[in-house]
């Protein structure tokens, strides 16, 4: 089994700053891609971010230039730096992980359980 662990998020005024966090452990022989999404009350799960193994990043247009992906290959963990935030990204953000396991060998996609980011004066 895996565990995705999120953490950072939190209220913060229109133009502020947050860093999520998400944490993997369990039985991982590798991770693959890593990355964040986010759901707002009434709409889809969107894609926001996400990162390859080699770094390869990608980025939903709506946070281009604003938030930045990284990610500690070592810790198994990715960051979301989530930099001038809108009302309008306020959402909950779930942590995805596609996670090559030791016991049983297999490749499957898991997700953290979701962290509330709120954008509001």
């Known amino acids: 089994q895996v565990q995705l662990v999120e953490s950072g998020g939190g209220l913060v005024q229109p133009g502020g700053s947050l860093r999520l966090s998400c944490a993997a452990s369990?039985?991982?022989?590798?991770?693959?891609?890593m990355g964040w999404y986010r759901q707002a009350p009434g709409k889809q799960r969107e894609l926001v971010a996400a990162i390859t193994s080699g770094g390869s990043k990608n980025y939903a247009d709506s946070v281009k230039g604003r938030f930045t992906i990284s990610r500690d290959n070592a810790k198994n963990t990715v960051y979301l730096q989530m930099n001038s935030l809108k009302p309008e990204d306020t959402a909950v953000y779930y942590c995805?992980?596609?996670?090559?396991?030791?016991?049983?060998?297999?490749?499957?996609?898991?997700w953290g359980q979701g962290t509330q980011v709120t954008v509001s004066s």
């Open positions: 995805n992980a596609l996670v090559r396991t030791v016991v049983p060998a297999r490749t499957y996609d898991y």
């Open positions: 369990g039985s991982i022989f590798s991770i693959n891609a």
